[in-house]
């Protein structure tokens, strides 16, 4: 029945430590606050191809999982959800706790105006899109999965003028 890979006392220890979201963190409640370690783990989940197996398929989460192993190529114990991920789903919670909603679709990719003759790029910075997640994030879960960076490929009519 587990909705959330960390506590609240778990996040509150390791956001202490980061002088840019601590205070704003520290002042909300322990409700708000699990509302996002919640809401951070099940986008987490949406966004990453753990590796390994997961244990039990009757678990609200995905975690914990057999087979994966961290960056030192330690296999990760199937009975333990790491603390790499733990910290992550903090980062993430303290993020959508400044009002940075990682979770929302994104309308437009940003590319504004393209000119060939002198080469020159124009980007709309009312419709640049984001990463799926924050770089800091992927980077501290890349050794647990493969995250969906919701990129595509994609082409685009070339018009002439």
């Given amino acids: 029945d587990a909705n ?15 002088a ?4 704003d963190w520290a002042s909300l409640t322990s409700d708000e606050k699990e509302k996002y370690l919640v809401r951070a783990s099940k986008y987490l989940d949406r966004m990453i191809k753990w590796n390994g197996d997961r244990v039990d398929d009757e678990s609200g989460l995905r975690w914990p999982r057999s087979g994966v192993y961290d ?34 679709p994104q309308d437009g990719r940003g590319l504004k105006e393209l000119k060939v003759d002198v080469i020159e790029l124009q980007y709309d910075t009312d419709t640049a ?9 992927i980077a501290m879960l ?9 990129v595509r490929p994609a082409f685009k009519k070339i018009i002439r003028t």
């Fill in 4 to 18: 959330s890979y960390t506590t609240t006392d778990f996040a509150d220890d390791y956001i202490a430590t980061n």
């Fill in 20 to 23: 840019f979201v601590a205070t």
């Fill in 71 to 104: 960056a030192d190529g330690f296999e990760i114990p199937d009975n333990v959800i790491p603390a790499v991920l733990q910290e992550a789903t903090c980062e993430l919670a303290s993020l959508l706790a400044t009002g940075t909603d990682w979770t929302q």
């Fill in 129 to 137: 899109t984001r990463a799926t997640l924050p770089d800091y994030v």
């Fill in 142 to 150: 890349e050794d647990l999965g493969v995250v969906n960076r919701g």
